[in-house]
């Protein structure tokens, strides 16, 4: 099982400030890239707790006493961590990005390069899919995720468009459902407009942006004062939470004050503008054009 290189790993790593005997997570371990970097730091008393849902990845766990795997969405960080009596840890990393391997099998349809049933989920034991969202849920509600999660412009018009179509037939494969909604892009836009589709219907089997807001909030409660928190997003919703967060400690941005009139921030962001790949990164792993890295210390 072929995992592909982590991005921004040496910024991410550096932006931890791991300590040898410290307690830290990796929130979204994936092919692992990022938590084996991790461990190189780490004496014989500190520990690494790695989170995933997806069998795939769990099946790929680092075999290391420091290490522990969770099998779980990373919105259950704070149960888990009291489970463990892991509280206060030190640092957490959450790269937000699909594996290179999710993306590149064909049958979990993640993918609009693959033919492959309209799936798209983590978490494998849950029932919603893709092929659920497109044949059953009514044309408002369509138009609502594609705009919502999409940032599509014409979204009435697509969930219109796939409501005729499925009356006549089931959506039920990833180039069934391109052929159905290629048409609708502008031209030279194809790709573009092909990606965001394929965004929101993944956001929305995932609970993704949910699932970010929970995990955000109970970071800020678990770690350690000087703790790190550091998170890599790939498009505009989750850069957007984060950036707030990370300002404001809620998701609005707008900073409240305690009866004293003291801000009441949970963290420090200490990088105002994202970190971005360099080019000779991008050059060597497309997939990190999009990525953007932001980083907190606990007050």
């Known amino acids: ?139 408002k509600r369509l138009s609502d995720i594609f705009f919502e999660y999409g940032e599509i412009i014409n979204a009435r018009h697509l969930a219109k468009t796939i409501g005729n179509c499925r009356n006549e037939k089931a959506i039920e494969t990833t180039m069934e459902l391109k052929a159905v909604i290629e048409p609708l892009a502008g031209r030279g836009r194809e790709n573009k407009f092909l990606a965001q589709v394929f965004q929101a219907l993944r956001i929305e089997v995932n609970g993704e942006l949910e699932s970010l807001k929970k995990f955000l909030i109970q970071s800020a409660m678990v770690l350690n004062k000087g703790g790190r928190l550091v998170v890599i997003s790939y498009h505009s919703l989750e850069d957007k939470l984060v950036k707030n967060f990370f300002r404001s400690g809620n998701f609005t941005g707008e900073i409240s004050k305690d009866f004293y009139g003291n801000f009441q921030v949970p963290l420090n962001a200490i990088n105002r503008k994202p970190i971005v790949p360099c080019d000779d990164e991008i050059l060597r792993n497309s997939r990190s054009r999009s990525a953007k890295l932001r980083i907190a210390e606990k007050i």
């Open 1 to 139: 099982m072929e995992f592909h290189e982590s991005v921004l790993l040496k910024e991410s790593i550096e932006g931890l400030k791991i300590r040898p005997d410290g307690a830290y997570v990796d929130a979204t371990y994936g092919g692992g890239g990022h938590s084996r970097e991790i461990i190189h730091y780490l004496n014989s008393k500190g520990r690494l707790f790695g989170f995933d849902q997806d069998e795939d990845a769990i099946i790929n766990r680092i075999e290391d006493q420091r290490f522990i795997m969770i099998e779980s969405n990373f919105r259950y960080l704070k149960n888990f961590l009291t489970y463990y009596k892991a509280i206060p840890v030190d640092g957490i990393l959450a790269d937000l990005g699909i594996s290179s391997f999710q993306i590149d099998t064909p049958g979990r349809g993640f993918s609009t390069r693959f033919e492959g049933k309209l799936d798209m989920r983590m978490d494998r034991r849950k029932k919603l899919t893709a092929g659920t969202i497109i044949n059953e849920y009514d044309e």
